[in-house]
């Protein structure tokens, strides 16, 4: 069973960073298109974005275009997610996924992390 760890998260001011990291002790994620999602207080759980094994990257949330990175490192077995100009509605629990393919739905994710708090305020 894989399991995914994420760190990283915690409280930071409007306008900082933050770097949330996505581990699979054991696993290797080479095969999987990797992609973190978040849920903010009183909203489903939604998309964010998405890296694909074969390369290439997915955004599905218009609101972090231009402020949030995703990246991978297939020889760590870790999937990252740079989030830059941090907004107070950004605030919510960030969630790792693994799938076959990058769809951005719930539905599709095979693999969930345990979901990492991050807090924007001042």
């Known amino acids: 069973q894989l399991q995914l760890v994420e760190s990283g998260g915690g409280l930071v001011q409007p306008g900082g960073s933050l770097k949330l990291s996505c581990a699979a002790p054991?696993?290797?994620?080479?095969?999987?298109?990797m992609g973190w999602f978040r849920q903010v207080p009183g909203k489903e759980r939604e998309g964010v974005s998405c890296?694909?094994?074969?390369?290439?990257?997915?955004h599905y949330a218009d609101s972090v275009k231009g402020r949030f990175t995703i990246s991978r490192d297939n020889a760590k077995n870790t999937v990252y997610l740079q989030m830059n100009s941090l907004k107070p509605e950004d605030t919510g629990v960030y969630y790792c996924?693994?799938?076959?393919?990058?769809?951005?739905?719930?539905?599709?994710?095979?693999?969930w992390g345990q979901g990492t708090q991050v807090t924007v305020s001042s």
């Open positions: 890296s694909r094994s074969s390369g290439g990257v997915t």
């Open positions: 054991g696993f290797t994620l080479d095969h999987y298109d």
């Open positions: 996924a693994a799938s076959i393919k990058c769809s951005g739905y719930v539905s599709a994710v095979d693999y």
